[in-house]
């Protein structure tokens, strides 16, 4: 489950009471009217007290800096409660600005990446819509925190034992024979339920009903599955069940991993925990987000293809066959016109790289590639992107999240790069 969010205003003696006690009214009222906890002024070793570090230590902190002369009081706080990551917030008055890039330079030193965000004027209404992003973002970065995730099938260990370090989160295989005990118990009337929900998002004129009907006994296995062990999000080792299971069932998990990116519950193919992670940012930016493989380059487009997407992020789909095996289902969409954000992020979970671009065709534009593709175009010149990639798979999000992203990124303690600084 993700963390809290709390308020922790600082101030100094040195400045008069009064002023920042009267400063601190008009964001503690932004805050709790938010929902958000907020605790009193600290203004002193005594006011860190084991009840004050109990607080902050299962939250993200969201440093409120009222004056100057608080940079030591903030680095004693969070170093004291054990935080990995903090957010503070500071104006252009009383040295506060001072304080808070003080604050910053010493916990980062400890390892605790701590964003500033700067008011210029704390009483005027650019402070409440910056205090209004920075709740935004940081709740964001707190629902990333203490998930629980099922992997169907295997996942390297290295590639968990890096998920769960980031994210502070678990990651517990279900063996395809303990699955498959799941899917067993499924019911023919929970199956047709979902049959006629799928039936009004795509056509299933022409197809075989029974193969679907196993395909989305999957899905309902899958969902109830979630539900039982409180799953936040999912990944399928689908290589490996297609080669262990296709064929004594002849199907593929594509459409199931679409349906249950519909739902909200964030899926990814390969058991890539990497893209996992990427998918959970984007959902967590309330966006829904497509993981596919960089299937093509030239000069100024980039060719993106994979068998699965979430419909949601589409505008209409179609049922075909599986890319390599030829087997039942998978998906060939098409996307919304506009602005995307592409994303990627390398093996060690230590970097995350961009790439603003636009769609200019999506679908089924070749029989060559995974079924649903999308040719995306640039500003620069993507022809050695191939050698500069930080992964294959890369995330697709509608819109122009870059910033959003580096934030996030500076959170979460990866590296961040833009794709555009490197081939420009």
Same mark, same amino acid.
């Given at each position: 489950?993700?963390?809290?969010?709390?308020?922790?205003?600082?101030?100094?003696?040195?400045?008069?009471?009064?002023?920042?006690?009267?400063?601190?009214?008009?964001?503690?009222?932004?805050?709790?009217?938010?929902?958000?906890?907020?605790?009193?002024?600290?203004?002193?070793?005594?006011?860190?007290?084991?009840?004050?570090?109990?607080?902050?230590?299962?939250?993200?902190?969201?440093? @409120? $800096?009222?004056?100057? =002369?608080?940079?030591? !009081? +903030?680095?004693?706080?969070?170093?004291? #409660?054990? *935080?990995? &990551?903090?957010? @503070? $917030?500071?104006?252009? =008055?009383?040295?506060? !600005? +001072?304080?808070?890039?003080?604050?910053? #330079?010493? *916990?980062? &030193?400890?390892?605790?990446?701590?964003?500033?965000?700067?008011?210029?004027?704390?009483?005027?209404?650019?402070?409440?819509?910056?205090?209004?992003?920075?709740?935004?973002?940081?709740?964001?970065?707190?629902?990333?925190?203490?998930?629980?995730?099922?992997?169907?099938?295997?996942?390297?260990?290295?590639?968990?034992?890096?998920?769960?370090?980031?994210?502070?989160?678990?990651?517990?295989?279900?063996?395809?024979?303990?699955?498959?005990?799941?899917?067993?118990?499924?019911?023919?009337?929970?199956?047709?339920?979902?049959?006629?929900?799928?039936?009004?998002?795509?056509?299933?004129?022409?197809?075989?009903?029974?193969?679907?009907?196993?395909?989305?006994?999957?899905?309902?296995?899958?969902?109830?599955?979630?539900?039982?062990?409180?799953?936040?999000?999912?990944?399928?080792?689908?290589?490996?069940?297609?080669?262990?299971?296709?064929?004594?069932?002849?199907?593929?998990?594509?459409?199931?991993?679409?349906?249950?990116?519909?739902?909200?519950?964030?899926?990814?193919?390969?058991?890539?925990?990497?893209?996992?992670?990427?998918?959970?940012?984007?959902?967590?930016?309330?966006?829904?987000?497509?993981?596919?493989?960089?299937?093509?380059?030239?000069?100024?487009?980039?060719?993106?293809?994979?068998?699965?997407?979430?419909?949601?992020?589409?505008?209409?789909?179609?049922?075909?066959?599986?890319?390599?095996?030829?087997?039942?289902?998978?998906?060939?969409?098409?996307?919304?016109?506009?602005?995307?954000?592409?994303?990627?992020?390398?093996?060690?979970?230590?970097?995350?790289?961009?790439?603003?671009?636009?769609?200019?065709?999506?679908?089924?534009?070749?029989?060559?590639?995974?079924?649903?593709?999308?040719?995306?175009?640039?500003?620069?010149?993507?022809?050695?992107?191939?050698?500069?990639?930080?992964?294959?798979?890369?995330?697709?999000?509608?819109?122009?999240?870059?910033?959003?992203?580096?934030?996030?990124?500076?959170?979460?303690?990866?590296?961040?790069?833009?794709?555009?600084?490197?081939?420009?």
């Amino acid at each position: 489950m993700a963390i809290d969010v709390v308020v922790v205003p600082l101030a100094s003696k040195i400045h008069d009471p009064q002023y920042y006690e009267e400063l601190f009214k008009s964001f503690k009222d932004f805050f709790l009217s938010n929902d958000v906890k907020v605790l009193n002024i600290i203004d002193s070793d005594e006011g860190l007290s084991k009840d004050v570090i109990d607080v902050v230590s299962n939250s993200l902190p969201i440093l @409120l $800096i009222l004056t100057g =002369g608080t940079s030591r !009081l +903030a680095t004693k706080l969070l170093s004291s #409660s054990g *935080v990995r &990551r903090a957010i @503070l $917030i500071a104006h252009e =008055g009383h040295n506060s !600005l +001072a304080s808070a890039i003080s604050a910053r #330079s010493r *916990v980062e &030193r400890e390892g605790i990446p701590a964003y500033i965000f700067l008011c210029s004027d704390l009483r005027g209404s650019d402070c409440l819509k910056i205090m209004g992003y920075v709740l935004r973002i940081s709740r964001v970065v707190a629902r990333l925190i203490n998930l629980k995730v099922g992997v169907i099938g295997s996942v390297d260990d290295e590639d968990r034992d890096l998920f769960e370090e980031v994210l502070n989160s678990k990651v517990i295989s279900i063996s395809f024979e303990e699955f498959e005990r799941k899917v067993s118990e499924v019911s023919e009337d929970e199956v047709l339920e979902v049959l006629k929900r799928f039936e009004s998002i795509v056509s299933i004129s022409g197809l075989n009903i029974d193969y679907l009907k196993k395909i989305l006994k999957i899905y309902v296995a899958l969902k109830k599955l979630t539900d039982i062990e409180g799953f936040n999000a999912l990944g399928i080792d689908c290589f490996s069940y297609l080669t262990t299971y296709l064929t004594k069932y002849g199907i593929t998990p594509c459409i199931p991993v679409s349906l249950l990116n519909d739902d909200g519950i964030v899926t990814a193919c390969e058991a890539d925990l990497r893209s996992l992670l990427l998918m959970l940012i984007s959902k967590a930016l309330g966006k829904y987000s497509w993981i596919a493989n960089i299937s093509g380059v030239s000069s100024k487009q980039l060719k993106l293809a994979h068998c699965t997407i979430a419909t949601k992020l589409t505008t209409e789909c179609s049922v075909v066959t599986h890319f390599e095996s030829g087997r039942p289902y998978a998906l060939t969409c098409k996307l919304p016109e506009g602005t995307y954000t592409l994303v990627g992020i390398d093996k060690d979970l230590s970097t995350i790289a961009v790439l603003k671009v636009r769609l200019v065709s999506s679908g089924l534009l070749s029989n060559e590639m995974c079924r649903t593709q999308a040719v995306v175009e640039a500003n620069v010149d993507l022809s050695n992107l191939p050698n500069i990639a930080i992964s294959n798979h890369h995330i697709l999000i509608p819109g122009d999240v870059i910033n959003d992203l580096m934030i996030v990124s500076y959170l979460l303690g990866i590296e961040f790069i833009n794709y555009e600084l490197v081939m420009g």
